[in-house]
């Protein structure tokens, strides 16, 4: 089911949680939305979609390396016909003088021929809101919410017409809000009378959720948007308002029932998978792994995999690592706390690994590296996402997997209410 229609949105997320974050609120929205782990191969066969966010770990980086990955995932996304690029930034604006928005923004923006780029983390329903340029971070400015020290882009500058200027070569405006209340036309007066004065970048302020549509519906006159998932809601609903795009995702993953095995796997160690492991005892097989014996070697998830191999045929099992925080600390103190982990995410994969060769087709994988190295080790290029089974957890259905079709949800520790196993595997068909 390769899709010949263009996609009305192309989008590079400078990390991954950032790429989920926005692929689910534009499916909320309405888009058919698959994510992709890096830049897909050119052959990658897409189900019909109408955006694909191409997730990229470029947001720490040296700035020349997010530039030429950044072009290379906008090369790929104008290749499959996206008339709209948005490069997905972090909603408090994550970077430093030195990058990276600002080299991909300017990169991006000569790759588009784009005459003036907007540019906004807001996403008032987070919290984030942008007033006269400065961005808020729930009531306090920037430079003084606890962004003022993150380990790796300490931001101590709230006025973001400044933070952008001092690390992009193009000339930075302000579109106030007072011009934006008055409409998307007064907006696009305000942006050409700036181009004609040589600025090719405007932050944008937005309080109000309704201020995202507004932007949204002025940016695709543009080739080039820079945001947050905040814009690109602005931009979803855009698209569904202007026809271009029906309203339809929620339909797109249930189309046809995937079925086969079903299996659970916890690594998260948080009071809320613990709770949620608790429960599902009540309804499935569950094996608790021996974290001392993990760490020995690979037999314990060998045993693991040769007992879920015994239920599968029956119904749903879980496996977990997981443990009390006195039993962690007490492993950790042990053999250090890097290397604990790494070898209980390295049986974790094994463990999908061998579910996936077993027939498993569902998969539920709760802690947020747990995940990660699940993903990794089945090689799954990308994901359609469908409904929500939490806020933030939707199913995802593989996309150009080896292992054909298939269901995943994966969730961070701390999601989900307390029966999120047994509700993630009722929307998982
Ligand atoms: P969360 O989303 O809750 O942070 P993660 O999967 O991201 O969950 O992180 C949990 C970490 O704890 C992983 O590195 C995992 O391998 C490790 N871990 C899992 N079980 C145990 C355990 N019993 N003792 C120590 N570490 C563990």
Known sequence: MTSARKLSLGCIADDYTGASDLANTLTRAGLRTVQTIGVPSDDLKLPEVDAVVVSLKSRSIEAGTAVERSRAAEKWLRGRGAGHVLFKICSTFDSTDAGNIGPVMDALRADSADSIVLVTPAFPETGRTVYQGNLFVGAVPLNESPLKDHPLNPMHDSNLVRVLARQSKTKVGLVDLATLTRGADAVRAKLADLTGKGIGAVIIDAVFDRDLETIGQVALDHRLSVGA????????????????????????????????????????????????IANAETIMPVLHLDPERVIAGKEEAQRALAWAKDRIGEGPVLIASSSTPEQVAALQSRHGRDAAGHAIEQAMADLAEGLVQAGVRRLVVAGGETSGAAVDRLRIPGFLVGAEIAAGVPVLRAVGATSGEMLLALKSGNFGGPEFFSDALKLMR
């Open 229 to 276: 998932s905040g814009i690109g809601l602005g931009l979803a609903r855009g698209l569904v308002a202007s026809g271009k795009v029906t309203s339809n995702a929620a339909t797109a993953i249930s189309a046809s029932p995937v079925g086969g095995p079903a299996a659970c796997l916890a690594g998260s160690c948080s009071q809320a998978t613990l709770q949620q």
